[in-house]
């Protein structure tokens, strides 16, 4: 699959220039929170608490659980934020966590089926406003599948953020097997849906241009 350079004409490079990109990658699979790992780097968590404190989520949907890391960190962020009744559902194919928080769910499940584990009774049920993060496999069809789910169910305002899309900047050949798949499915998805959504630029943007593991994917619903 070709990658693709651009969407809603802003390219999915951004200003970090790949030696730095590489090496905050590394960092970035080191990194843990209250000692489970946590794979996310320092700009998107502060992305993250940003977006927390405009939309004041009340459920956080997110798709790749892997340790639970961030789930337990998008608990006690919705937790610090006033948050009291918010809660995190993480769904993964094999979900890793090794503790329980009842602010968190934890479901197996795969991101191509997620009707079978978010029916329509148990979206409806959601606390809102919803924000959804796909952390997936980073595959176009995953990425893709989880989009077309949760745009049935997203109302005005809410936000869908598709992560990783910087996979196809690392110089490593090991990120060619994802194929660009984030970014693919980012342009897709908002070449099927044009007038329904809109890059937040302000999120994307706010240390500089794509300063962000995350590139174009801060979906904010029309």
């Not at 000692?35 to 993250?48: E, N, Q, R, S």
């Not at 798709?63 to 993964?92: E, N, R």
């Not at 409806?124 to 989880?146: E, I, K, T």
């Amino acid at each position: 699959m070709k990658s693709v350079d651009s969407v809603a004409g802003r390219p999915f490079r951004g200003l970090i220039p790949g030696p730095l990109l590489d090496a905050m990658q590394q960092g970035t699979l080191r990194m843990s929170y209250r000692g489970v790992p946590c794979l996310k780097g320092p700009f998107d968590l502060a992305l993250y608490m940003l977006l927390i404190q405009r939309l004041k989520p009340q459920t956080i949907v997110e798709i790749g659980t892997k340790y639970g890391g961030s789930a337990l960190w998008f608990a006690d962020m919705l937790t610090a934020h006033g948050m009291d009744q918010g809660h995190v559902i993480s769904v993964d194919i094999e979900p890793l966590a090794s503790f329980s928080d009842p602010r968190i769910t934890f479901l197996r499940g795969n991101a191509r089926a997620l009707q079978e584990v978010l029916d329509v009774a148990t979206i409806d049920a959601l606390r809102r406003p919803l924000m959804v993060v796909d952390d997936g496999s980073h595959l176009y069809g995953d990425a893709l599948a989880v989009l077309d789910f949760f745009h049935n169910h997203l109302t005005s305002g809410e936000y869908m953020v598709i992560e990783d899309g910087n996979l196809s900047q690392f110089s490593d050949p090991f990120y060619e097997r994802y194929e660009d798949g984030p970014n693919q499915a980012v342009a897709a998805f908002l070449s099927q849906h044009p007038l329904e959504y809109v890059i937040d630029e302000s999120i994307c943007d706010h240390f500089g241009y794509n300063v962000t593991s995350n590139p174009n994917g801060w979906l904010r619903r029309l």
